[in-house]
């Protein structure tokens, strides 16, 4: 099985470094944790993009294990791209509003 190329867009980023700060501010070993995960997440969306049910149009989404948040992604040729990192406790149709 060929895996995909990840392409993290600007929004996603923003929210990986919004969230890693506040948990920095748990501690160092709940930030690299989450890190680890949505790293481990990443990989496995890569190795199977398709896996995973669109929920809003063709962009799907994925949790990420052991942490309140969901990868908001669409599959374009071979690039996976990575929308947004949002927290579910957050508006759930929130997460497609910055989305063009």
């Known amino acids: 099985m060929s895996s995909y190329q990840v392409l993290i867009e600007d929004d996603a980023k923003l929210d990986i470094a919004e969230s890693y700060d506040w948990y920095l ?4 070993k709940v930030s690299g944790s989450f ?7 990443l990989d496995y969306i890569a190795q199977n993009p ?3 049910q669109v929920v809003y149009k ?3 989404q994925v949790p990420i294990k052991k942490f309140p948040f969901v ?6 040729k071979q690039i ?7 927290p579910t406790n957050m508006d759930p149709m929130g ?6």
């Not at 501010?25 to 160092?28: A, M, P, Q």
């Not at 890190?35 to 997440?41: P, V, W």
């Not at 990868?71 to 374009?76: K, N, P």
């Open 25 to 28: 501010k748990i501690s160092r």
């Open 35 to 41: 890190l680890f995960q949505l790293k481990k997440t």
């Open 50 to 52: 398709f896996l995973f």
């Open 58 to 60: 063709d962009f799907r």
């Open 71 to 76: 990868i908001i992604y669409r599959v374009e």
């Open 80 to 86: 996976v791209k990575i929308y947004r990192i949002f």
């Open 95 to 100: 997460k497609f509003r910055i989305i063009r």
